[in-house]
């Protein structure tokens, strides 16, 4: 079976100790894992991600190989839609913390982008998961984008804050 196939076998089959296991023997299935970000059906994505997480994890210089790509989808000049790299972005904050701490000030910068901005909460809700205090010092600059009429922005501040044990101000 070629390995595009076996790691479309997985992630149908939500196999992620198998995908993990894959990612870390084969750095190859990076590629197919990564044109999965953008499958029409979410949990492929969602799984995809987790995968890349892994990756990232396991191997560091492609962690860092596999940031500067996702960054540059959301760059207006790579004519990408990067949101769907977003979820795989969290994945890699919240399994390699300290490969994703040099890019959360340019992530939380795009928060005023309101295709990106539920995506980049869920993402640094996934990196505070492992590591809050790396991402603490990025709510207030989060928070202030924040459009308190959409109920999901609010629920994932909430969450963002609550992982970080911050304080968020009063919706407004």
Known sequence: MRLKDEVMELLRQGSESALAELVAADRRAVRPLMARLWDTD????????????RAAAVHADLGTSLIRRLMWALNDESATNGVHGLAALGEIGRQAPERLAPFLASLASMACDDG?????????????????????????????????????????????????????????
């Open 116 to 172: 990106l901005r539920l995506e980049l909460l869920r993402a640094f809700e996934a990196v505070a998961e492992s590591s809050p205090d790396l991402v603490k010092p990025h709510v207030p600059d989060l928070e202030q984008h924040v459009d308190y009429s959409r109920p999901e922005e609010r629920e994932a501040l909430h969450g963002l804050a609550e992982a970080t044990g911050t304080r968020v101000a009063n919706e407004r």
């Open 42 to 53: 979410e949990v492929i994505r969602r799984r995809a991600a987790r995968a890349i997480g």
